[in-house]
């Protein structure tokens, strides 16, 4: 009769191996994405190339269309083909003025931002060159369009900049100020301008260096909160799992005691838990069997010894006093029996070998040499015990037998 449910233990077999996997997936996820966290070129690898010109000019056109003078749409759009040739533009009157719009065109390549300045005309046919500007174009910092309009440059203005001022933009580097001439120098934009007077006023733009380095990371940082939920979530994810196995494992070790197996958690996380207590459940089984046989054949022999021990007992009244050489074989037959039988304790043995020395001395010597014998055998074992004994039966047996021969002689004298 089996003592544990199989299919309870096919059960948690298979839901051991669904929590593994579920384990081994999120630290596959914690060691993917600890080194992009973390280590700084895989994690600059993960937030992308900055954007460093597209920054700077959505920056401008923020500005353009904050200022007063400046409520026109302010059209941003990526071109990294962009060739900013100067503007040749045609003479136009106020009067023949629809409206004014800008478009700002960067190109992350070349590093460059063209910023130009288009008029609306009232008839755009009578001008050879035009272009059509949407509102679904690029994205409009200012007035949203209402329609296609066709535009006409009126001037340029090209912003190139400098390699070592877009370098100190990234989030990794450490400014260290005050700048040497030399340094200052290097991050100087050059610009370039083309075309009539601005027909919509002056504007100045101006670059904060914190705040564009901030608009630069802000992106790094999205990725690295992105990543950072992640790890915690994968960790978080892992929790429950943990604390599922173990209580699985705990079952599983209760399960194994029934059946007098030691589950270890290597053991646990290692092997089959169902074939494992499968072939503990058959060996403790054999060990039942084999322990029912034995004890069996103990109580035969307990039988057949005390059938012997009643028989011994019964004759011993029958030896006379002075055959104590028969006494002593019955004695020595009697200790073969009990080591034979495999039923005779050490304190057995020691008993039987004590009591071949009562017939040489008295009683308060036979108990005085009983309790040291037994004394000897808790301390030093059986050995030692016995050989105390054998000592002291010899000793006294030789006492007695000179005591005898010297009364056998007192006598021959009377």
Known sequence: MDLVDAAQIDLLERSKRRILLVLYLTAAGLVVL?????????????????????????TSARQLASQPQMQFPVIVEQDEHVSCEAVNAPSISDEETRGILYLLTY????????????????????????????????????????????????????????PEYLKRLHWRYKPHFPLSPGEA?????????????????????????????????????????????????????????LLRLALIYRTSSQYCGVYQLKLTARAFLKENIAMKLNAARLQYFEQQRLGQAQLREREKLRALRMGWQESLR???????????????????????????????????????????????????????GRAEAFAILTKSGFRAARKFTTTMHDQLKMRARELAELESSEQSVA
């Open 107 to 162: 190109s992350e390549r070349q590093h460059l931002t063209c910023i130009t300045t288009y008029v609306v005309p009232s008839d755009s046919s009578r001008f050879s060159t035009f272009r059509s500007v949407t509102p679904a174009e690029g994205k409009n910092y200012g007035p949203a369009l209402l329609g296609p309009v066709d535009a006409v440059a009126a001037d340029r203005i090209v912003h190139m900049y400098a």
């Open 314 to 368: 019964s004759a011993l009244p029958n030896l006379m006093k002075d055959e104590s050489q028969d006494l002593e074989q019955v004695k020595s037959l009697w200790t073969e029996v009990q080591e034979r039988t495999g039923q005779a304790t050490p304190a057995d043995k020691l008993s039987l070998l004590v009591e071949s020395v009562r017939p040489y001395c008295t009683e308060e010597e036979f108990l005085a």
């Open 185 to 241: 120098a290097s991050l100087t934009s050059r610009s370039y301008y083309s075309g009539v007077k601005e027909v919509g006023g002056s504007a100045s733009i101006n670059f904060d260096y914190e705040e564009i380095r901030a608009e630069v990371a802000k992106h790094h940082q999205t990725v690295n909160l992105c990543l950072s939920l992640l790890l915690i979530g994968c960790a978080v994810l892992s929790l429950v799992p």
């Open 34 to 58: 600890s080194p992009l966290r973390f280590v700084p070129w895989l994690n600059d690898a993960a937030s992308g190339k900055p954007e460093y010109v597209r920054i700077l000019t959505e």
